[in-house]
T-cell receptor, first 109, second 117 residues
Framework: GQNIDQPTEMTATEGAIVQINCTYQ??????LFWYQQHAGEAPTFLSY??LDGLEEKGRFSSFLSRSKGYSYLLLKELQMKDSASYLCAVMDSNYQLIWGAGTKLIIKP | GAVVSQHPSRVICKSGTSVKIECRSL??????MFWYRQFPKQSLMLMATSNEGSKATYEQGVEKDKFLINHASLTLSTLTVTSAHPEDSSFYICSARDLGREVNEQFFGPGTRLTVL
C-alpha cells in the first residue's frame, strides 16, 4: 500500500531551527510537496522536490532522497506565525497526491 | 497567479437538504480539479477527481450519488452534497492543477466549512 509518515506534533522555540521529517512508500514517484496549513484554512504550497538534494527558499528548505524514500522540511529563524500544520504529500505514478497526516508545529516564545 | 476561489466559505443547513459548493480557477484553466474533505485534526482525504467534460472519478468509499460533481467548464467545478446529514459536517476543499506550469502543484481554494444540524 501507499504510506506517508511524519511526526504528529513538534514543539520549537521562536528564533530556533526545526526539521520536520517525512518518509514515504508509494507506487511511483512524480515529486514530493510540502504544504503549510493554518487551522481552519486551506493548505498553501511551500516547496516541491523531484530530484535528490536540497531546495532552499528563504527561511524554508526542503530536502529529498529518493533512494531512501525520505524528505525533510527545515524551517529557520522560527516566527510565531509559523505555528501551523505541515503536510507532506507525494505525487504517485498516476499524478495523484498521497497525503501525510500532517505535523502540527507549536512555536513557543 | 493561480488563484482558486470557493463559495460559500461557510454553510449551515438542516439535515436532509442539499448543499452546492462551487470551485473556480480565476486566472488559469483547470482541466482537472480535486475535491477533498478534512475532518478536525485529520489530514486531507481525496474524495474525487473532477475532469472537465467527463464524469468524475470517485475514491473508494465515496458515494457518487451523494456527492455529485459537475465540471462543466475549464474554470468551474461544483460539488453538491445531497440529503446532507450531521456526519457530512466537515471542511471541504477543492484544488486545481495549472497544466501550464512546470511544477505539478495543486492550488487550493480557501475551503468550505459545512455544518449540518
Amino acid at each position: 500500500g501507499q504510506n506517508i509518515d511524519q511526526p504528529t506534533e513538534m514543539t520549537a522555540t521562536e528564533g530556533a531551527i526545526v526539521q520536520i521529517n517525512c518518509t514515504y512508500q508509494t507506487s511511483g514517484f512524480n515529486g514530493l510537496f510540502w504544504y503549510q496549513q493554518h487551522a481552519g484554512e486551506a493548505p498553501t504550497f511551500l516547496s516541491y522536490n523531484v530530484l535528490d538534494g536540497l531546495e532552499e527558499k528563504g527561511r524554508f528548505s526542503s530536502f529529498l532522497s529518493r533512494s531512501k524514500g525520505y524528505s525533510y522540511l527545515l524551517l529557520k529563524e522560527l516566527q510565531m506565525k509559523d505555528s501551523a500544520s505541515y503536510l507532506c504529500a507525494v505525487m504517485d505514478s498516476n499524478y495523484q497526491l498521497i497525503w501525510g497526516a500532517g505535523t502540527k508545529l507549536i512555536i513557543k516564545p | 497567479g493561480a488563484v482558486v476561489s470557493q463559495h460559500p466559505s461557510r454553510v449551515i443547513c438542516k439535515s436532509g437538504t442539499s448543499v452546492k459548493i462551487e470551485c473556480r480557477s480565476l486566472d488559469f484553466q483547470a482541466t482537472t480539479m480535486f475535491w477533498y474533505r478534512q475532518f478536525p485534526k485529520q489530514s486531507l482525504m481525496l474524495m474525487a477527481t473532477s475532469n472537465e467534460g467527463s464524469k468524475a472519478t470517485y475514491e473508494q468509499g465515496v458515494e457518487k450519488d451523494k456527492f455529485l460533481i459537475n465540471h462543466a467548464s475549464l474554470t468551474l467545478s461544483t460539488l453538491t452534497v445531497t440529503s446532507a446529514h450531521p456526519e457530512d459536517s466537515s471542511f471541504y476543499i477543492c484544488s486545481a492543477r495549472d497544466l501550464g506550469r512546470e511544477v505539478n502543484e495543486q492550488f487550493f481554494g480557501p475551503g468550505t466549512r459545512l455544518t449540518v444540524l
